[in-house]
């Protein structure tokens, strides 16, 4: 996933000055607890921090209440009633209904977001400027140039962020990446994937959620470059309307229960992806892959292994799971663990803000595809991010006019000498931030 990564990296521009908020400069000295158990060769506990304490909140509350090594000792929710029944059923010290209590606690090493996608983006940045390390839940903001800002934010700070993209935990999608690495069904082909809900939600769900391929074919298309291996190259989006008539008065793709996707990888390599807001055989979640030498794809999973045989039906007893916390419970509860081993161990994480920030790319360009009636490439939509510095960005939409100094970049080869390096890599090379600003400050 070379050169797409270069392109988008290259708009996370980082720089020496610390994170700058509106109202003034936060410079964090406080050594992390991971560098202290590096140091001294201990693991001290991490101690961790959950916004939200909605179903995802919960869910990852669990699982990082049994996970080694790490200790909830704050949470908060806005209905302050929800965090303090939290807080008693998993054993919380502490729990509030302001989210900057848990951002600025002292003892805090490291904060799960799991709060409503509009608020994400402030919170990294404020974790960061308070030098917290970050799990949050998709997306990172609800627009490029933000997710650009908070990813920046981190880089600079030097702090983790990993993104909450669970289908990359699930156990059968993580056997058909297996297969593919391993050569199984020899080289990939065809990619297909398929998304399809028991029921659509309500209508005020729908308005002024971004439409279906930023709030449901997100996960598809990034399940697509997960099993691709590879940065995607451009897309063919349609979309209709089947089952609920009441939203057709919304804008754009908001006005869409059904809609299917072309995406173009190197080497000939298409993937294809459905989704419809109703199955009415239960929570319909597949995957495919067509090689050389063999195909490999997923089953939908269901509560039992009970088939019943009848003169009139032979199959499961039970309909495959209805509710996305049920089908997704493991991924969720392995993405948080993934994410509590990478703090114990001061390891790389196994999903980055680069991630988030291609799998929100991919839903842009999906929605331009359906609008304009057209194959979309994708560095199209990151040739509208400008940044005036790391966290200063604005989108140029259909503009033929550029600030100073900022011209599209056309080439992602050629962006190598503007990544930024991550928190990792800085430890890597302890020069490498350092040189990038140098160079960086010349252009």
């Not at 996970?67 to 302050?80: D, E, L, M, R, W």
């Not at 057709?248 to 298409?270: M, Q, W």
Request: glycine share 6%; with cysteine.
């Amino acid at each position: 996933m070379v050169t797409f990564r270069i392109a988008l990296v290259s708009l996370l521009v980082a720089c020496s000055s610390a994170f700058t908020s509106p109202q003034h400069h936060v410079v964090v000295t406080r050594s992390s607890v991971l560098q202290m158990a590096a140091e001294s060769g201990a693991r001290e506990p991490v101690k961790v921090g959950v916004i939200g304490c909605g179903r995802i909140g919960i869910v990852h509350l669990g699982a990082i209440n049994k996970a080694p090594g790490v200790v909830p000792i704050v949470v908060s929710n806005p209905t302050v009633s929800k965090a303090e029944d939290a807080a008693k059923r998993f054993g919380v010290p502490k729990f509030t209904s302001d989210a900057m209590d848990v951002i600025t606690d002292p003892e805090v090493d490291a904060v799960w977001i799991c709060s409503p996608s509009q608020y994400h983006a402030d919170q990294i940045k404020a974790c960061a400027a308070n030098g917290k390390h970050v799990f949050c839940e998709k997306p990172i903001a609800t627009d490029l140039a933000e997710t650009v800002e908070a990813i920046n934010a981190c880089n600079e700070a030097g702090v983790k962020l990993m993104i909450g993209l669970q289908r990359r935990f699930d156990p059968n999608f993580l056997r058909v990446r297996t297969a593919i690495e391993n050569k199984e069904v020899g080289d990939t082909i065809i990619i297909k994937t398929c998304s399809r809900d028991p029921s659509p939600p309500p209508y005020e769900y729908v308005k002024g959620g971004g439409g279906i391929f930023n709030d449901m074919a997100v996960h598809d298309l990034d399940m697509t470059r997960f099993l691709a291996g590879e940065d995607p190259i451009e897309i063919l989006a349609v979309g209709s309307c089947h089952i609920d008539k009441s939203i057709e008065d919304l804008p754009g793709s908001e006005a869409f229960d059904t809609a299917s996707c072309i995406v173009r990888y190197p080497n000939g390599v298409n993937a294809m992806v459905d989704v419809c807001r109703q199955s009415s055989y239960g929570y319909d979640q597949r995957a495919e892959v067509l090689g050389t030498k063999g195909m490999i794809a997923t089953d939908n999973v269901y509560p039992n292994t009970a088939k019943i045989y009848k003169n009139d039906f032979t199959g499961n007893a039970d309909m495959p799971y209805d509710f996305f916390l049920s089908r997704y419970f493991e991924a969720y509860v392995t993405e948080t663990e993934a994410f509590c081993r990478s703090l114990v161990e001061d390891t790389p994480v196994p999903c980055t803000g680069i991630d988030g920030l291609v799998a929100l790319t991919m839903s842009l360009a999906a929605d331009k595809s359906a609008a304009e009636g057209r194959w979309v490439k994708f560095s199209e939509i990151i040739q509208q991010v400008y940044c005036e510095s790391p966290t200063e960005c604005n989108l140029l939409v259909d503009s033929d006019v550029f600030p100073d100094g900022f011209k599209p970049v056309g080439n992602f080869k050629d962006l190598d000498k503007l990544v930024a390096p991550d928190v990792d890599k800085q430890k890597e090379d302890s020069s490498i931030l350092s040189s990038f600003n140098s160079w960086f400050s010349k252009v």
